[in-house]
T-cell receptor, first 116, second 112 residues
Framework: AQKVTQAQTEISVVEKEDVTLDCVYE???????LFWYKQPPSGELVFLIR??????QNEISGRYSWNFQKSTSSFNFTITASQVVDSAVYFC?????????????FGDGTTLTVKP | DAGITQSPRHKVTETGTPVTLRCHQT?????MYWYRQDPGHGLRLIHY???????DKGEVSDGYSVSRSKTEDFLLTLESATSSQTSVYFC???????????FGPGTRLTVL
């Protein structure tokens, strides 16, 4: 069975600090997909990134970067120079490519608070 | 933004009453999902659909049923609502399986 663990329930930083959100996953499949979503205080869920298990290249998008390491089953998310608008709940998710394909398992989320 | 709407956006109902939530998409995506979000539990899959009249259970399907008679609509029904079903319900769609899921705005349901 697949499982996603976001051990950090809440993180609080001061604006302009860098912050890393951890995501550790478990799966028996060799082909799978990892996602990060953002849920701001307004409540909607916003897609941030999708990664497949064969692509271990790290990705950078502006102040956001993602570090995917199969060896440690981790897919961590770093925000550089955090801003108040980054305050949100962030979810990591896993989707296997087997018979349950299409069914994603979400972590419990990390609540990030960025203080001015 | 993906064209996904949910109705109603807010509902208060009483224990034992039937409730139907609607998810409507304009993207013609094949896959549709219903999740519930509760504090400390992230999002949990209730049911999903991989085509018209093709549905399957998720991890928390007890007490819920779904129907999909058209590509664009996916209905979630609580036959007899209970207080434990008080939650925020999200619909999601994806074009192909394993693909990125895009979420609707959510429905906040309160069962008294």
């Amino acid at each position: 069975a697949q499982k996603v663990t976001q051990a950090q329930t809440e993180i609080s930083v001061v604006e302009k600090e860098d912050v890393t959100l951890d995501c550790v996953y478990e799966t028996r499949d060799t082909t799978y997909y990892l996602f990060w979503y953002k849920q701001p205080p307004s409540g909607e869920l916003v897609f941030l990134i999708r990664r497949n298990s064969f692509d271990e290249q790290n990705e950078i998008s502006g102040r956001y970067s993602w570090n995917f390491q199969k060896s440690t089953s981790s897919f961590n998310f770093t925000i550089t120079a955090s801003q108040v608008v980054d305050s949100a709940v962030y979810f990591c998710a896993l989707s296997e490519a087997g018979t349950n394909a299409g069914k994603s398992t979400f972590g419990d989320g990390t609540t990030l608070t960025v203080k001015p | 933004d993906a064209g996904i709407t949910q109705s109603p956006r807010h509902k208060v109902t009483e224990t034992g009453t039937p409730v139907t939530l609607r998810c409507h998409q304009t993207e013609n995506h094949r896959y549709m999902y219903w999740y519930r979000q509760d504090p400390g539990h992230g999002l949990r899959l209730i049911h999903y659909s991989y085509g018209v009249k093709d549905t399957d259970k998720g991890e928390v399907s007890d007490g819920y049923s779904v129907s999909r008679s058209k590509t664009e609509d996916f209905l979630l029904t609580l036959e007899s609502a209970t207080s434990s079903q008080t939650s925020v319900y999200f619909c999601a769609i994806s074009e192909v399986k394993r693909d990125t899921q895009y979420f609707g705005p959510g429905t906040r349901l309160t069962v008294l």
